[in-house]
């Protein structure tokens, strides 16, 4: 169960850094509430991580909340707000997204 926890709290993570992207083209009162729903979803993702840590080992929770966290910006990023891709971005996405699975594979 530990394990779903960890990774809503990785998805809380990429929704407070859209949060973050949103609050950079927002204007006006819209640029607060942007940042409103990133310390929302900062709080919650903290959350989830320390109730997820309780059972999961502390170097393989962080690594895969913040693998989660890290390639799932980096396809927000690319999917809306126009970042750039190319093969070297697509390849260490791949081997990021490897290397969460593989911790969480070899966890005891």
């Not at 809503?8 to 927002?26: D, N, P, Q, S, Y």
């Not at 910006?73 to 290397?99: E, Q, Y």
Request: charged share 10%; hydrophobic share 60%; with cysteine.
């Amino acid at each position: 169960m530990n394990w779903i926890i960890l990774i809503i709290a990785g998805l809380f993570e990429v929704a407070f850094a859209f949060c973050l992207g949103k609050a950079k083209e927002a204007t006006g009162t819209d640029v607060y509430l942007w940042y409103g729903g990133f310390f929302i979803c900062s709080a919650t993702s903290f959350i989830l991580l320390i109730k997820a840590m309780q059972t999961i080992p502390i170097g393989t929770g962080y690594a895969v909340w913040t693998g989660i966290g890290a390639v799932g910006t980096v396809l927000v990023g690319i999917f809306v707000f126009k970042d750039p891709v190319n093969f070297w971005r697509v390849f260490f996405i791949i081997t990021l997204i490897a290397s969460v699975v593989g911790l969480k594979a070899v966890a005891h």
